[in-house]
C-alpha cells in the first residue's frame, strides 16, 4: 500500500518566494493534519482537514501560511511571501476518524524547506 | 497547557540497558487515545502503538513494552537490552474523542543508545 506521499522531499527557495507544499492522503482515510517541527518548537499542528472541510487552523502562523484539500486525495499548503524563520520540516500526516474510534496517525515522509 | 509532558529532553544510555521514557497527559475525556512514535535520524515517523482509555492491559512487543496507568495520567514506554539502532526521538501523543481527531504531541525524548 502506498503511504501518505509529500513533495518535494526538500526545498530551498530565497525570501520572499512562494513556496507549495503537496501531500496525498492514503486512500480511504478522512482526516488530514499538517504538521512543522523544528528545534525550538517540536511538533505543532498547523491545521487539519476532516472529509476535506478545515476543522481547526488555529496553529497556522499567520496569513502568509495557507491550505487547502480540494479532493479527498490532494492537498496543498502554500506559503507567501516566504520567510527564513518558516525553514522547518513540514509533514503531512493522514488517518480515519470513524465508527467512535480515533485510529492512528501515518506520516509522510516530510517536506524540508529552507529559506534563505 | 500542555496535554503531553515528556519531561525528559534527552536520555544516553549504554547498549543493553532498559530505559524508561515518561509520558504523562491531561484529559477531561473519558475516552481517548494514546500513541507512541519513534523518529529515528532518517526524519520519518514510525508508529509504534495505539492504546484506548478502556484498556489498561500493559503491551510487550518484544524488546518494547508499555505501562499504562490511569491512576497517574501516565503512559510510559521501557525498551529492555537496548541497542544502538534504538537511537532516535520518541514522541508520545494524545487524541482525545471529544475533540474529534486532534492529536496532541509531546515535545518528544531524544534517545541515545551508546555501544
Known amino acids: 500500500d502506498a503511504g501518505v506521499i509529500q513533495s518535494p522531499r526538500h526545498e530551498v527557495t530565497e525570501m520572499g518566494q512562494e513556496v507549495t507544499l503537496r501531500c496525498k492522503p492514503i486512500?480511504?482515510?478522512?482526516?488530514l493534519f499538517w504538521y512543522r517541527q523544528t528545534m525550538m518548537r517540536g511538533l505543532e499542528l498547523l491545521i487539519y482537514f476532516n472529509n476535506n472541510v478545515p476543522i481547526d487552523d488555529s496553529g497556522m502562523p499567520e496569513d502568509r501560511f495557507s491550505a487547502k484539500m480540494p479532493n479527498a486525495s490532494f492537498s496543498t499548503l502554500k506559503i507567501q511571501p516566504s520567510e527564513p524563520r518558516d525553514s522547518a520540516v513540514y509533514f503531512c500526516?493522514?488517518?480515519?476518524?470513524?465508527?467512535?474510534?480515533?485510529?492512528?496517525?501515518?506520516f509522510g515522509s516530510g517536506t524540508q524547506l529552507s529559506v534563505l | 497547557a500542555q496535554k503531553v509532558t515528556q519531561a525528559q529532553t534527552e536520555i544516553s544510555v549504554v547498549e543493553k540497558e532498559d530505559v524508561t521514557l515518561d509520558c504523562v497527559y491531561e484529559t477531561r475525556d473519558t475516552t481517548y487515545y494514546l500513541f507512541w512514535y519513534k523518529q529515528p535520524p532518517s526524519g520519518e515517523l514510525v508508529f509504534l502503538i495505539r492504546?484506548?482509555?478502556?484498556?489498561?492491559q500493559n503491551e510487550i512487543s518484544g524488546r518494547y513494552s508499555w505501562n499504562f496507568q490511569k491512576s497517574t495520567s501516565s503512559f510510559n514506554f521501557t525498551i529492555t537490552a537496548s541497542q544502538v539502532v534504538d537511537s532516535a526521538v520518541y514522541f508520545c501523543a494524545l487524541s482525545e474523542f471529544s475533540t474529534g481527531n486532534q492529536f496532541y504531541f509531546g515535545t518528544g525524548t531524544s534517545l541515545t543508545v551508546i555501544p
Open positions: 486512500s480511504g482515510h478522512n482526516s
Open positions: 500526516a493522514s488517518s480515519f476518524l470513524g465508527g467512535g474510534t480515533n485510529e492512528k496517525l501515518f
Open positions: 492504546r484506548n482509555s478502556f484498556d489498561e
